[in-house]
């Protein structure tokens, strides 16, 4: 986040952000005043809690203010000098700048910010590796050069082409994400998917029981990346491993975006080098405004292109100028300072952890997440999060490798240190908030279903203790104010 002003004595002139956010909320309120006391509600809340969800953080004025003005009002279809719609020039402007920062920032040959969030990038990618590597032949045998100019005909041999096309990616338990091929998600109705996991001992990647299952497999696209792994992947051998198969390698590093902007995820580790393809979403670790994007080299850059209208609807040309103004952000040295704490973080949050006896999945991490088997502490995910948010941290359940509770309930809560890191948290204070997840752990005990059987939802917080370490947060909190600069009175 770009330096916030200090808070400002009693008396003060209000800062730029107290103006333009109660002169918003002032012309909100005189509409839907319900929308105005929400907006103005969450604030609060997001000031009084302990955010450890992994996958949030906190943009700064500038990102949050920019997405608020007549770029929501243009429809701009197409691409920057290429539209369909007339009148864009000034969307041309805010895309290219947002498409020359992630250039710069990732060292991609091609950058695509049109993606409306994480799943609409890698649909993208998914379509435009369909088109490269099963539209292209089709395409000659038509005699035809553009997609635009195929008959019906054409199209039913090009789908009848596309069908029985493999995808190989992490498994939901290792760490992977829903939409790397799982059924309740469309990467799961336009591939035939098969996963790989961890040992099951250490619960790190194996790469070559990884090779083994491409081998056996023969996918048309390996997925590396993660949402709840908190390890580092070699991404180096999974381009070997994709290689070697003929497969293309796809990187979504949509949690760790920010950890490569920063530097702090290098060589082998930084997935740009390595990749055919990378997707991510423009929040989380890299701090900016609800999106997604699409790195690429130069043979996929024409079929990333077509996003819209492939896969897309029309872009938002306020989030993409919101996209920008985050990009320019991160190429900021400061940025690469926060990446660093955010790990530095990270591992002093695992290490207060283990120290106090909580399980952890791989016993500790090596980026900005962690994995708590609270199991250990006999309950589940779900028992576990709701506790946490009883006493203001707020996390989230996750599954663990092997996880007997299934996806629901879970055995696992997942953590990570991008929003508090972003509010000034250091490693001291991160061994603080590991204290206080192990006191609402050992002080919560599993409840019992109307039956009188075990429940895996229901719990008992022992008494006065979600006060004690709420007292404990607030005190930790009011160190560090988020969005000082910002006073809505």
């Known amino acids: 986040m770009a ?5 400002q004595p009693a008396g003060a002139s209000p800062t730029p952000e107290t103006t333009a956010y109660r002169a918003a909320l002032e012309v909100i309120r005189g509409v839907e005043p319900r929308v105005a006391d929400a907006v103005g509600a969450e604030l609060a809340d997001q000031r009084e809690s302990l955010k450890l969800i992994a996958s949030e953080n906190y943009a700064s004025p500038a990102v949050l203010l920019t997405m608020g003005n007549w770029f929501s009002d243009k429809y701009a279809e197409g691409t920057a000098g290429r539209r369909f719609y007339a009148g864009c020039r000034n969307v041309d402007t805010v895309e290219a700048l947002a498409a ?11 950058a695509y910010v049109q993606p409306h969030s994480g799943i609409d990038a890698n649909l993208v990618a998914f379509w435009a590796v369909l088109a490269r590597r099963v539209e292209a032949p089709a395409l000659d045998r038509a005699g035809v050069r553009h997609v635009g100019d195929l008959g019906e005909a054409d199209w039913e041999r090009l789908r009848a082409a596309f069908g029985d096309q493999r995808m190989l990616g992490m498994s939901l338990d290792a760490g992977g994400h829903l939409t790397h091929g799982f059924r309740p998600n469309i990467s799961g109705k336009m591939f035939r998917q098969r996963s790989y996991g961890t040992d099951p001992r250490t619960g790190l990647l194996d790469y070559d029981a990884v090779r083994a299952a491409a081998r056996a497999f023969r996918p048309l696209i390996l997925i590396a990346g993660y949402s709840a792994y908190p390890r580092l992947v070699d991404f180096a051998r999974m381009r070997e491993i994709a290689e070697e ?14 950890l490569v902007a920063g530097g702090v995820l290098t060589g082998d580790f930084d997935p740009v080098p390595h990749a055919n393809i990378v997707t991510t979403t423009t929040h989380k670790s890299l701090r900016g405004p609800r999106g997604g994007m699409v790195l690429c080299d130069d043979t996929l850059a024409e079929q990333v292109d077509r996003g819209c209208p492939m896969v897309l609807g ?13 990009l320019a952000e991160a190429r900021q040295p400061q940025f690469r300072d ?7 973080n990270a591992r002093a949050l695992a290490e207060g952890l283990l120290r106090r006896g909580t399980r952890l999945v791989t016993g500790g991490t090596d980026n900005h997440l ?14 576990a999060e709701a506790a946490l948010l009883d006493a203001g941290i707020v996390t989230n359940r996750n599954a663990v490798p092997q996880d007997p509770n299934g996806a629901w309930y879970t055995s696992g809560v997942r953590v990570g240190t991008p929003a508090l890191t972003t509010r000034g948290f250091g490693t001291a ?8 997840i192990h006191t609402v752990l050992t002080s919560t005990t599993p409840g019992a279903a109307a039956s009188g059987a075990p429940s895996r939802a229901r719990y008992t917080l022992a008494e006065d203790t979600a006060g004690r370490v709420r007292s404990r947060a607030a005190e930790l909190l009011g160190r560090h104010p988020l969005y000082p600069g910002i006073d809505l009175g």
């Open 3 to 7: 330096a916030e002003p200090a808070p």
């Open 100 to 110: 020359e920062h992630a250039r710069e920032l990732f060292g991609a040959r091609h």
């Open 245 to 258: 198969v003929g497969a293309t390698l796809m990187v979504d590093m949509a949690h760790f975006a920010g």
């Open 314 to 326: 029309g872009p938002l040309p306020h989030v993409m100028a919101a996209k920008a103004v985050a």
């Open 338 to 344: 926060y990446a660093r704490r955010v790990v530095d």
């Open 370 to 383: 962690v994995l708590l088997d609270v199991s250990g502490h006999g309950l589940t995910g779900r028992q």
């Open 429 to 436: 204070e991160m061994d603080e908030v590991a204290g206080l």
